[in-house]
Structure formats: C-alpha cells, structure tokens
C-alpha cells in the first residue's frame, strides 16, 4: 500500500470517558459509605479510610498508628490470626491494613460472590481487635530488623535523610514506622488508646467500587457497620512549617556504593493550595513524567542516569516537592548542578506551547487508563473524601488542567521553586563524590546513621 | 465465574502473526509487540545485547526524528514501555482509542526502518543508560547480583540461561554500532513477531490499519530459534558464598524444573503457592510465624523456554545462624516429597489461583500482553482462557510426585550470602 510514512496519522474521532457516578448515604452512627457500580468483572474492591494518621501518634510513641494497622489482622474476639488468614485466603479476598501520611487504609478486594463472608471477617477485625500481646511482639521484632535494613538499601535509605532533613523537629521527621527507640516504648494499652480514640464511625469512610449494586451496598453496611459503636471525632494538631535556609549537601557516606542516590528539593504546596492544577503541570514538564526536562536531560542527554524525576506530594500541611535520580558516582555534583540549572531556566523563561500542550495531553489524556478498574475507581473515591474535594472534582479535572497558561506556570514556578533554598541529599561513597561537591556547595558528611562524621 | 476472552488471530503475507481482541467498555486501546528474541540469543562476551536494543528501539526510526516516540505516545495520554527476558522482547502502549493509528505507524516504523535511524551518537547516550539501569537495580541494591550467581551456578557456560538479561558491564563496554545493527537483522523480522491489539477500536477498520502499516514490511525468514535443550537435571548440588554490604545473610536456592508450559512446571507453580502465598503459606507459618527464625521467607518460579527454576528465597533473624535457617527450610522442602498436602489447602490456593486469573486480566493491557505470550511461547493464545483448568487439574498426588522428582539436592544451586562487616567500622 502507497503512503507517505511521514506523515503523521491523524486521530481518529474521541469517545467521551467519564469518571463512574457514584452514590452516597450515611448509616445512622455517622458512617459515610460511597459507591461506584462497575460490574465488568465479579469483584468488589472495599476501601475503609480512617481521617487520622500518625500525626496522632503521642510523641516517643511513634509508630503507633503503624503498629495498630499490623495487628488487625491478628485476632480479634472471635477468630485469632491463623483462622483471619484462612477465612480472607479461601475465599480468595486479598486485605491489606496500612497508614500514609493522609489516613488509616483498610483495603480489601474480594469475589463478589464472597463478599458477604469476607464482610464478616473485614467488619470483626475493624471493630473487635484484640491486639494480642504475643503478635504485637512478634510484630515489632518483625519492624525492628526492616529498620535495622534500610542502610542495606540506598534508595530508601536517602529518602528517608531527605524527610529527615527537611521536617527536621516535626513528627514528618521519622518514618511512619517509628524510631527503633519510639517503636519499643509502644505498648499494647497505647494501640488500644490509639484504637478508641481514632476508629470510630464518624471519623470513617467507607467505599464500595465494582460488582456491587446500591441495595446489596446498603444491606452490606447495614449488617456489618450498624453496630460499630459512635465516638467523638478526634481533631489533629495543627502544624508549623520551615523551607531550608540555603542551599546545601547532605552527604551520607555508603562506603563501596556503586552509584549516588540524589535527592533535591523543599517543601512544596498545601493540596488546597489555588495553584494546584499549575502546580500539577510545573512539575509534569520539570520531572513529572519521561519528556520531563529533567529527565531529558540528566538520561537522554548525559546518560548520568537510568531513571529521574519529580513529585509534589501531599500531606496534612506542606508535603514535599522530592526530585529524585540514582546517578552515576562521577557525574553526582554535575547531575545536581543540571537539576538546578533546569529549575532555575523554568522560573526565568516560559516554557513552549508545545511543552505545555504535551503535558496537558498526558495528563488529561491518561484519564480513563487511570480508572479502568473497580480498584482504581476505589482510590479515585478515597481521593476526593481525603483531600476534601467536590464530588464533580473528576467532571471538572481536566478543563481546569486546560485552563492552565504558560504565564500561569512561569508564576508557579516562581512562587514555589526555591534553587537557593535545595535540600540536596546524596547518599553514595564519599570518596568519589565529596570533592566534586564541595567545589560547588557547602557539604556535611554523615554515616549511614545520619550521624555527622 | 470463568471470563472468556474472545479474539480473532491471522497472519500477514510477511509472517508477522497478529491477535485483535476487542473490549469497548473503556475508550482506550493497547498495542502489544513480542519479538520472539531475549538474552538467550546472545553470546558469551556479547552480552546484554537484547536489552540494549530494546532500549535503541525508543530512539526514532526512519520516518519518526529521536525523542519524538515518546512524545507521539505520552502528549496524547498514553503510557509505553519495553522489557526484555530470557525469551522474548516486548514493546507496549495503551493510549486513547481514537490514537490507535498512531500507535500501529508507530511500531511498524521501528520494526521495518530501525536501521536508517541508528546512530553512534544515540548508542553511546543508551550505553551509558544501561550501564547505569545495571548500576541502580542489580549492583547498588542489597544482594543485587543473587539471580547473576545463580543464573552461572544453574547453567553452564555455554547454556544461553548461564547470564542476566543486563548483559555484563565488560561486555557493554565493547558494544558497537554493529552489533546492535546484526541484532536487528537477524531477530526483528515480522515473522518472529506477534502483534496484538486489545480494547476499543472497530474492527473491519482495523484489520486496513494493520494490513496499510504492516503489510508492506519486508518478509524475512523466522530465524532457527536455538532449540538449546536442557539435560543437566540432577547433575549434582553447586553451593556457593558470597559476601554484600547487609545487616543479615540470605539464602537462595534454585532448583532445575521443566520448561514453561509443561504441566510439571504448573505443579511447580501451586508448589510455589502452597509455600508462599499470604499467610497461610507453609514458609511463612512454620519459619515466620510460629518458630520466627526467619523475617521473610518465599518460593517463586522462573519459567523459561528452555528449562526453569523453582528458587527458594530466606532471611534470617537477627542471631539466627543461617545453617540453622537452612535446616529449618530444609524440613518444609521435605515434608512436600515426603506428605500430601490437605485437599483444603490444595482447594484454597486453587480459588485464590482462579481470582488472582480474574483480577490479572482486568486491564486490556494485561490481556494483550498475556495473549501475545501464549502465542509467541505455545502457539495457542486460547491459553488465556484454557490454562486455567492445566492448574485445576492438578491434585494432591501430583504435587507430592513433583516435589519428589525435582526437589532432590542434587538437583539445586544454593547461594549463602554473608554480611560484610566494613560499613560498620
């Protein structure tokens, strides 16, 4: 067939893709329960998001909440750990338990043809906890030897010297694990404490989202959530934040390390911050996504790296702006440099149409890959309860993502990106990075403690 | 409960084998390519190679300028990726539907004009990429190289499994234009290839799209795929020890089991399961739970071509001596050639295989990627919706029979690793 290969193909005519309607009701205690019916498949992924996080945790105690979302699933008033594993396990339910920064997650995606049963086990272990003494010591001597790895792991390791470093003094500070001193001092009363305070129906959503229609939706809760007890809803401490003073390097020494971990950057914006969706598109084109710039630069210019980029992340307060790249133990002073080049190049210069109409395209493209399933949708859900959005917050996403200018970025970029305020944090061996960086910046050097040497 | 996946499966003039699958329920499409080629075709001192390649195949071709694929594909809202195995290479978007064409230009382009594109410049740019892909994921992370040693230990020198996909650094330094130029022409041609397209387009237009940007690429023989066949079942046990910069040591254990496919290696499989899926998995009970002399512990398959490995995987606690982890491991190993298990346990993983099926194949690019496999591997892509029943029919007798058969200590590779103590000082 005769055709000119160079000629680009003209798309073909869109199919409107929306975000699923969903319904909302309220159990008499105060349980709010959402629900999106996609019945494609016969599962039903089940999200039970608790409004408190390790913010709540008693100070020399943190860990708690992380601690309690490990033990409910080991036993409860009427099943202990084993029978929990084998009642979710035969009928093929995966559970999970864990806390972000945002909420407590109960997740749970089961067989629709299952759900009454794996309810039962899901609703015991929510509101009948036990916390047996012997899983919580097996537990934390489990957490205690994963903290005592993450010097195995640099990745991990410089992330959490970055978190370190920037919340310095804050709860942030640690990890949601705990301190090993703070993970020890946790007692079974302080998770009970935790528990009564925090898990109650009005602090509580509950979400439904694939083979589920809004009767049995509403017959489920009913049954399994009625009688979960009501409480006060707790309220969080409300928090201070500080940007780095100066640009500076952390540098923590990984002796016989065969690459740099780098880590860049300071705090970056409220989530209710107006500037969101500019704030979204900024750090697409900086290090959001593979055409970023600083992804073209430090991989498909220099090959200093395999992968890199960029994230605004969102917490109660300030989350972090974290730039990140694994780099080539040479090249880490110049990788940084690069990296401040383009942060200082985006506040000085508007970017491209072409920049921008990329970015928009993917964003606003991505839509319906990123809620093709009843698990995704879940999330989509518990996004807009947690971060206190409008429910037509997805009917409107993307006109306002298009709504977006170069100026409107240019001016994002000023106001939110700080290269005289970097926290750099490097973790690779000093004797092949430290002179190249304190050429250029003022450098401290720790062990893999974080202690300075 | 089962899901049928319907589709429809021709062939071009030119050999190149194409799979539509059609689902309109999301309005996005995935366009799925294998390249019945990996690092098994490479050769001692030239390794690496298939990787690096898949990695040149993002670099423009003949009628798309460098750095504009990813731009084609992600300004629209797509997603895209690679990834390279023992067997095959793949190469995957799932975009907008109304992009399709776009996507099918796209991999015609590089898989018949790759050559005019390629240039020194670019292979220099991706070499140090890998180098640095080898650097971040295998070398800089604790117990990195595991799989390497145990790839070496498992199989011969000369055996295409004997080497990691990354390739070795020494034989990425000498990588030339040339090489990446003879790999092309020996392993890209559409009759080693498979197509698949899979979620919302129409198919009668379809079929023309196909036919326009396929069609005319040029016929060239499938190439002899090495029938390498493995006979070293047996051959004795290889121990080895190796020291990394971590907290605990770890113990590895590859054993050789049949080919993919074969229905001993789907025993292997639920062999796998019964030890180590969720919490009621027999090494996470005995060694985990009850005696807790271990902080993770798991068995997994790598199912190759050729011949696979069931690999056993265990860390110890702090001061628990690994010998003593070993014999603990050892016991449950045993217990699986010597007991039958529970028909409830076996009933158990049977129903978590049949969701785990379910929820894989929520996604239309879940379901090309799984179709090409089972045609690029079995020539027989009704395995998405048949291999099911080869798991259900497994019973009780068969697993202890297979455990007896294959988990036989001279038929494994065991891989102690030991704390270095320098990072402490």
Redesign the interface.
Known sequence: MEFNRFQTPQPGIPRPFHFPDFDRFYLRNGLEVLLAERPDFPLVSVNLCIKSYPLADTEHKEGTANLLCELFSEGTKKRNSEQIAEELEFTASQFSAHTDWNAIHLDMNTLSRNLDTAMDVFSDMLQNPIFPEAELERIRQEILTDRLRIVDNPAKLNSEQFIRFLYHGMRYALPIEGSNTSIQNISRADIQTFYNRHLVPGNAVLIFAGKINRETAETVSEKYFASWEEGPVPSLPDLDFQQPQKTRVHLIHKPGSSQTELRMGHLGIERKNPDYYAVTLLNEILGGYFLSRINMNLREEHGYTYGSGSAFSYRPGMGPLHISAAVQSEHTAQAALEVLKEISKIRSEEISEKELQNARGQITGLFPIAFETADQVALGLSNIVLSQLPDDYYNTYRNKISAVTREDILESAQKYLHPDKMLIVVTGDRAIIEKDLKDTFDVTVYDVQGNEI | ?P?HIEFESYQLKNGLNVILHQDT????VSVNIWYHTGSKNEKPGKTGYAHLFEHMMFQGS??VPA?MH???I??????LNGSTFFDRTNYFE?????????A??LES?RMG?FLPALTQEKL??????????R???Y????YGLWLEKILEMSFEKEFPYHWPVIGYMEDLNTATLNDVKEFFETWYAPSNASLVIAG?FDKKQTHKLV??YF??LPYGPAPEIPGTIFSDYGRGEKRATEVD????PRIYMAYHIPPFGKTDTYTADIITDILS????GRLY?SL??EQ?IA?EAYALILPMQNASLLIFMATP??GVKIEALENALQEQIDSLRTEEIQA?DL??IQ??L???K??EL???SARADYLNMFSVYFNDPDLINTEIEKYKAINTTDIKRTAATYLQNNNRTVLTYLPDD??KK
């Open positions: 409960m899901l329920r999301t309005p996005i003949g009628h750095d990813f731009q084609y992600q300004s629209v809202g797509g997603t799932t975009l907008p539907s109304h992009y399709l064409e776009t099918l230009w382009d004009f220099d740019t991706q070499l140090d990429v890998v180098k640095n892909e650097r971040q994921r070398e800089n992370q604790p919302d036919e326009k069609g005319d910069s971590v907290q605990l899926l969720g919490k009621r009970k985990v739970y807790q902080q606690k702090p409830r009933q158990r129903n978590q049949e969701a785990r379910l929820r929520q996604t239309v320098k990072e």
